[in-house]
């Protein structure tokens, strides 16, 4: 599974609301409306770590902070990228 | 001669001297309320005098309905408990219990409370009326605030309006100037909050409050709107602003961080974002009132703030900072949580702090105790709501290190049947996770659930903790 099927599959997860409109997930939607609170993107970067074993927000994540999808995604792949 | 806030009789009597309350408003989501009309009228209906001397909670959903009642009630009631949105309902007939309180001010609906006796009951809104303000008389109204505690109920903690405006006397004029307009992330039910209110109200300036349920982007467009020029919040709130599109939109001359650990990241982050502000962060807590305020852009606090006499003094006895000073609460409202301050008026923060040169770096609780974004999660109070599980044989809950928002839940399970199925581990998880959701707020709910076959208990028959 890619690393961006992953973080779409958790964020479905973390953010099932019953009766709530949830907007569609595209790399272009900023996560922060993506119908996470700010608990849920702690959660997911929680479960992208024990899933993926990388925290890019321990070492780089707030040099250049990512606000849509795309970045957040790519956060993780160049964090995965062997250096 | 400049009067001090905390001579003045009420925060009301201090607007009513203002100059210009007409240009200065408080504004909501949904809502707005001009300073001069509330000085005018009421969000109270036609109830203010027979709030007079009660004590009374404040339940109000809508941050704009809660910071006008508190204007119209400082100085009137004898009492006001400041209910944040995130107390459950169950906790508050103890609350009502142990604050001896007579009066409920609320803009829910009388069934949404879950509180019997003989209550007045009284419906706040912030669509202010005009009404004749009757003499009446002056109470040194108490203010009481309520804080996570070890237990299911919170605690209870006793400011006064001179406690609360200590800190604000002394700060800079850039602060209190005409039109200064204050934004913040808190909810101003909180100590970190209702200090950013008081600072708007007492000092001249203008509010915009969050609304409940609101976007980050729409909030965040609010405070463009309405040009922030101070904006105030947990590291945590200020990581998500950062990661939100319209980051971009507010320009404010002063950004403030409080109420959890500033690391060295997020302070370049937003100096780097916002390079014409002055990017301050302060520590602060509920009982020890503000303490300190770094302007230098680092991590930490310089070691000349500790030991130093002053209107705030600060030691460290066993790696926790102490704090004394006129800023500090003056109890526990319930005897049962022991006493605030030790016998020479300090108060233990529980705050780990280490030094390294000249400079002390927090890191973390003494108490255990979990701060998620800003809140405080006392272990043991998640602890029970797991170990009422039938499966559940004991349970201990750690925190797990967020880069995002300080700390998380994190819990480790003892079952009572060591190795269940791996479908009824699901289950049980599944099931656990329910009993959370139903009695705690989310922030309190374990991320991560672990089965561990045994838990170590010390010597004193207690589960045996790593603390920071």
């Known amino acids: 599974m890619s690393i961006r099927a992953i973080v779409y599959s958790e964020i479905e997860q973390i953010r099932q609301k019953p009766g709530k409109h949830l907007p569609q997930l595209t790399d272009d939607l900023p996560l922060v409306e993506s119908g996470l609170d700010s608990l849920g993107v702690a959660i997911l970067v929680t479960r992208l770590e024990d899933n993926l074993g990388l925290d890019p927000f321990a070492t780089s994540g707030f040099t250049s902070p990512p606000v849509t999808l795309r970045e957040f995604i790519r956060l993780y792949e160049d964090a995965a990228q062997p250096s | ?468």
């Open chain 2, 1 to 468: 001669m400049k009067t001090p806030l905390n001579r003045l009789n009420s925060i009301r009597d201090r607007l009513s001297k203002a100059a210009g309350c007409s240009d200065r408003f408080l504004w909501g989501g949904r809502g707005e309320v001009c300073l001069s009309d509330l000085l005018q009228g009421t969000s109270l209906g036609g109830w203010l005098r027979k709030l007079a001397g009660r004590s009374i909670l404040l339940a109000a959903r809508d941050q704009l309905a809660a910071a006008a009642v508190l204007i119209e009630l400082d100085g009137v009631a004898r009492r006001i408990v400041i209910c944040p949105p995130d107390v459950g309902s169950e906790q508050i007939p103890s609350v009502i219990a142990k604050a001896g309180v007579n009066a409920i001010v609320s803009d829910c609906e009388p069934g949404d409370l879950d509180c019997s006796g003989d209550l007045l009951r009284v419906r706040c809104s912030p669509g202010i009326l005009p009404a004749e303000r009757e003499p009446m008389k002056h109470w040194a109204t108490e203010w009481v605030l309520l804080t996570s505690g070890t237990a299911s109920s919170p605690k209870m903690i006793v400011h006064t309006m001179a406690s609360l405006v200590a800190p604000i006397e002394t700060s800079a004029k850039s602060m209190k100037g005409n039109g200064v307009v204050w934004g913040t992330f808190y909810d101003i039910r909180r100590y970190g909050g209702l200090q950013v209110f008081l600072r708007a109200v007492l000092g001249s300036g203008s509010l915009v409050l969050s609304s409940e349920g609101e976007s980050v982007a729409d909030h965040l467009a609010r405070l463009s709107a309405h040009a922030v020029t101070h904006l105030s919040g947990t590291p945590s709130h200020w990581r998500r602003a950062l990661m939100s599109p319209r980051a971009g939109a507010a320009a404010p001359q002063y950004v403030r961080l409080s109420g959890e650990i500033a690391d060295q990241a997020i302070l370049n982050a937003l100096q780097s974002f916002y390079p014409n502000s002055a990017v301050v962060h302060a520590f602060a807590s509920t009982e020890a009132g503000v303490a300190f305020e770094v302007t230098d852009g680092l991590a930490g606090f310089p070691s000349s703030l500790m030991g130093r006499r002053g209107e705030v003094e600060m030691k460290v006895r066993n790696d926790s900072l102490l704090i004394r000073s006129n800023r500090a609460a003056s109890r526990h409202l319930d005897p049962e949580n022991g006493n605030l301050a030790d016998d020479r008026g300090f108060v233990d923060t529980g705050d780990i702090v280490e030094r390294i040169g000249d400079r002390y770096y927090f890191r973390g609780r003494s108490n255990g105790a979990i701060n998620v974004g800003g809140l405080k999660v006392y272990p043991e109070e998640v602890e029970a709501v797991i170990n009422r599980h039938p499966a559940v044989r004991m349970s201990i809950v750690r925190s797990r290190r967020s880069h995002l928002v300080g700390g998380l839940v994190s819990a480790e399970v003892c079952l009572k049947e060591l190795s269940p199925e791996s479908d009824t581990a699901e289950t049980l998880k599944r099931e656990i996770l329910e009993i959370c959701l139903k009695n705690l707020p989310p922030h309190k709910i374990p991320v991560t659930i672990q089965w561990v076959p045994t838990l170590d208990v010390a010597a004193s028959g207690k589960l045996a903790r790593r603390h920071a």
